[in-house]
């Protein structure tokens, strides 16, 4: 399964400021006790217990036990029309969701309803509508970051 996303999660930013988002990224990063993590193209987004998309109440399987994490997405970029601009996707991942659908058919809970397994899986894994609204906010912090304000939980 791979991330997925809506055309209302995609936008056209000038080349320099994506650069300046994965700089701020790079300054945020996981080993630093933040919630990003740089990729080749993209940003990676992790949540932790005091900052998560509403409702968040998966486990948080990454990071460390001093700094619990939990993939939830990612800002993928891609090059726009000529070299000023990126296309940058918001690509949602919620892996735990779909561990923890996966949980429960195997403790039995989808006997006999195979096909809404299969569906509650595909919904868990696109994401809910509280987690896009997160992670637009980070993609938001970032930009603030990059202006210079501070970043405060």
């Keep these: 399964m791979t991330p997925h996303t809506t055309s209302h999660d995609t936008w056209m930013l000038p080349a320099a ?3 300046a988002l994965r700089q701020a990224a790079r300054e945020l990063d996981l080993v630093y006790a933040g919630y990003y993590r740089l990729r080749p193209t993209s940003i990676a987004v992790y949540c932790g217990p005091h900052s998560h998309p509403e409702g968040w109440d998966l486990p948080f399987t990454d990071g460390s036990p001093d700094l619990p994490r939990q993939y939830v997405g990612e800002f993928e970029a891609e090059p726009g029309p000529g070299d000023e601009q990126v296309t940058v996707r918001l690509l949602v991942a919620n892996w735990a969701a779909v561990q923890a659908v996966k949980a429960a058919y195997d ?6 309803r195979f096909q809404e397994f299969v569906r509650d899986q595909e919904i868990a894994l696109r994401g809910r509508p509280e987690d896009r609204v997160w992670l637009r906010e980070q993609l938001r912090r970032l930009r603030q970051h990059v202006q210079g304000a501070l970043l405060i939980d």
């Design 107 to 112: 403790q039995g809970r989808y006997r006999g």
């Design 17 to 19: 400021e994506w650069q």
